[in-house]
């Protein structure tokens, strides 16, 4: 049973830069979700996806947009790289009866310089 | 006031010991509950949900919840040095914030042999 995978792993990218993340998420699981970590904290959430529609939003600037598939996978997009978006970006995946119960992926680091 | 408060720690207990761990929420119509851990360059796991009050044991680990003092822990009893992580205590929001779930900034713990 395949886990929720991410790509790339590691990733250096330029102020000013876009990138692009992706996820896939567990088997069975139709929900993504998308957080933010920084070193030392906790996740913080930026968006949910949910048939495709962002179902939810955290406290994060329109610079990061996302979008899922009719697979149910899911990418995170971050426009105009500020230095302080050098982070952990991990995806978790739940399922429509317990989206709650969310898995993450071993996560994208990203280093904006 | 942070939503979702733990003790950063660390924690350090010898080999055999009980670790407890403490998380407090604020918001009082919270109903799911969560512990995840996180080796250092890893991405969170989640080993424990609890939705009711009262304990809910796993092998080694028990999750207590106490919603009138807005409480949940965690009892991780014969501490192993492979035990040693940071511990995310994770809250989802009311019910109609969706599947958002906010995270603590964790608790280190360090299991000495």
């Known amino acids: 049973d395949a886990g929720v995978t991410q790509s790339p792993t590691h990733l250096i990218k330029t102020r000013g830069q876009q990138v692009t993340l992706r996820c896939s998420p567990k088997?069975?699981?139709?929900?993504v979700s998308w957080y933010q970590q920084a070193l030392g904290q906790g996740p913080q959430f930026i968006f949910q996806?949910?048939?495709?529609?962002?179902?939810q939003r955290g406290n994060f600037p329109d610079r990061f947009s996302g979008h899922q598939f009719p697979n149910y996978s899911s990418e995170l997009n971050v426009n105009a790289l500020l230095l302080g978006d050098s982070a952990l970006y991990l995806c978790?995946?739940?399922?429509?009866?317990?989206?709650?119960?969310?898995?993450f992926g071993p996560g994208t680091r990203l280093t904006v310089t | 006031q942070k939503e979702v408060e733990q003790n950063s720690g660390p924690l350090s207990v010898p080999e055999g010991a009980i670790a407890s761990l403490n998380c407090t929420y604020s918001d009082r119509v919270s109903q799911s509950f969560f512990w995840y851990r996180q080796y250092s360059g890893k991405s969170p796991e989640l080993i424990m949900s609890?939705?009711?009050?009262g304990d809910k044991e796993d092998g080694r680990f028990t999750a207590q919840l106490n919603k009138a003092s807005q409480y949940v822990s965690l009892l991780i009893r014969d501490s192993q040095p492979s035990d040693s992580a940071t511990y995310l205590c994770a809250v989802n929001g009311a019910y109609n914030q969706g599947g958002k779930l906010i995270f603590g900034q964790g608790t280190e713990l360090s299991v000495k042999p």
């Open positions: 978790a995946s739940s399922s429509t009866g317990a989206p709650y119960e969310q898995y």
């Open positions: 088997s069975g699981h139709d929900t």
């Open positions: 609890i939705y009711s009050n």
């Open positions: 996806y949910y048939e495709e529609e962002e179902r």
